[in-house]
């Protein structure tokens, strides 16, 4: 009797322990099953509160633009250029944004590819893309005959006839370009010369460059020598020498250009009659009228990011959307 009381035991011992390895087996299966599951929904939700929060930042700058004080001319001291406050680790709901450099940049800044006269295009892919002159007369001539409406090519240009006569054909587009990476397609093209090019380069826009924002390149792709084109962003930058801050010299009109430059002084003859130039073949303008931004997003636990990249003009359409 007392053998088989401790055997009796040592039995339901056994099973006890059969059990719980069973129990702790099915928790595991469990665990492997749902956990997954779990996993993703979390990071659904971030994704969801990040995405969300990128497009509170595309919300705010279109607000930003359409409650501005009524100008006649765009200039880089104004708040949609570079704002912290209004773009920096800005909450919303559960998640932060922030706009890539705090602010927006202004299309007008660049080389409008649709609406450059040959010569302009030629300037800048010898001064910005380091072509020699031959090749970016190529480039020049093609993008001037892919957005014109014939298929009769330019010197050194390209219609269909070129395209169809590659490994893989394609026909020449023969209207405006609707994104950058269709310069892609245009001969003489390669993705070093765009990597290069494209910071430079713009769709939007009536095609005169802002003389308040761009940049000294981009004011000697248009006709400028270095010198003057120096000469003009330092008078931009005011007293403290510095971009976008309060004391910037603003052009608030293109016919007085000539003469706010005179009288700020340090200016030739010689620099004053390119100038010239430039404001009666129409390349110049103080105003801009479309902006892009790149809004990122970070949900508020993980941190995980969404970015947005848009572009809009301002009656707040939006001509671009691009996000991760």
């Given at each position: 009797m007392y053998s088989y009381r401790y055997l009796n035991r040592g039995s339901v011992l056994i099973v006890t322990l059969w059990v719980l390895f069973m129990l702790a087996a099915l928790a595991l299966a469990i665990n492997a099953l749902v956990w997954p599951q779990l996993n993703f929904a979390g990071r659904f939700k971030d994704r969801t509160e990040a995405l969300y929060a990128a497009r509170s930042g595309v919300e705010k700058s279109i607000v930003k633009i359409a409650t501005e004080k009524p100008s006649a001319f765009s200039a880089l001291k104004e708040g949609w250029s570079r704002d912290e406050d209004a773009f920096r680790d800005v909450k919303a709901a559960d998640a932060v944004f922030s706009l890539e450099g705090?602010?927006?940049?202004?299309?007008?800044?660049?080389?409008?590819?649709?609406?450059?006269?040959?010569?302009?295009l030629k300037n800048s892919f010898v001064i910005i893309g380091e072509v020699d002159d031959h090749d970016a007369?190529?480039?020049?001539?093609?993008?001037?005959?892919?957005?014109?409406?014939?298929?009769k090519p330019l010197e050194n240009g390209a219609e269909t006839g070129y395209y169809t006569g590659l490994e893989r054909p394609y026909a020449c587009k023969n209207a405006d370009f609707q994104v950058l990476d269709e310069l892609l397609q245009v001969r003489g093209m390669t993705p070093e010369i765009f990597e290069k090019m494209k910071g430079y380069l713009t769709v939007y826009g009536l095609g005169a460059v802002n003389i308040n924002t761009a940049d000294a390149t981009v004011l000697r792709c248009i006709g400028l020598s270095q010198a003057l084109a120096d000469k003009i962003i330092e008078y931009r930058r005011g007293t403290d020498g510095k971009d976008s801050t309060e004391d910037d010299n603003v052009f608030d009109n293109v016919s007085t250009v000539i003469a706010t430059l005179s009288k700020a002084g340090k200016v030739s003859s010689e620099e004053l009659s390119q100038l010239s130039g430039v404001i009666s073949s129409g390349r110049i303008t103080i105003r801009s009228d479309n902006f892009t931004g790149r809004s990122v997003g970070r949900a508020g636990n993980s941190g995980r990011s969404y970015g947005i990249t848009f572009t809009f003009n301002r009656n707040g359409i939006v001509k671009l959307w691009r996000s991760d």
């Open positions: 705090y602010g927006l940049i202004d299309e007008e800044r660049k080389i409008n590819i649709n609406k450059a006269a040959q010569v302009v007369s190529v480039i020049a001539a093609s993008i001037m005959d892919w957005r014109d409406p014939d298929d």
